[in-house]
């Protein structure tokens, strides 16, 4: 079983960047599909950006796509979530997810194992 710790998110301004990281620990990470879901006050967790267990193929929601990066470091158990160009409208909390049954994974019913959020928060 695999456990997830996202840490990187912050106070930005809007236009800024953050990059967001998701350490793994007592599975084997690169058996695993991961991705980066938000989940805003009031609202769905909502998918953001998904890459493959090993060929590193990448998925992105609309929004994200141009403006965010999701890569992986399988020698490093990490992931992470390069986030450029951002807008208020993104502030959420950034959760990572694995899974081991999918090669991506694009909704949250997908995702075997989550971690526990990091907060990002961009000022107008």
């Known amino acids: 079983q695999v456990q997830l710790a996202e840490s990187g998110g912050g106070l930005v301004q809007a236009g800024g960047s953050l990059k967001l990281s998701c350490a793994a620990s007592g599975g084997t990470f690169s058996r695993y599909a991961m991705g980066w879901f938000r989940q805003a006050p009031g609202k769905e967790r909502e998918f953001v950006a998904t890459?493959?267990?090993?060929?590193?193929?990448?998925s992105y929601a609309p929004y994200a796509q141009g403006r965010f990066t999701i890569s992986r470091d399988n020698a490093k158990n990490t992931m992470y979530l390069q986030m450029n160009s951002l807008k208020p409208e993104d502030t959420a909390v950034y959760y990572c997810?694995?899974?081991?049954?999918?090669?991506?994974?694009?909704?949250?019913?997908?995702?075997?194992?989550w971690g526990k959020g990091t907060l990002v928060t961009v000022s107008s």
């Open positions: 890459i493959s267990e090993i060929d590193g193929r990448t």
């Open positions: 997810a694995a899974s081991e049954t999918r090669s991506l994974i694009v909704i949250p019913g997908a995702a075997n194992y």
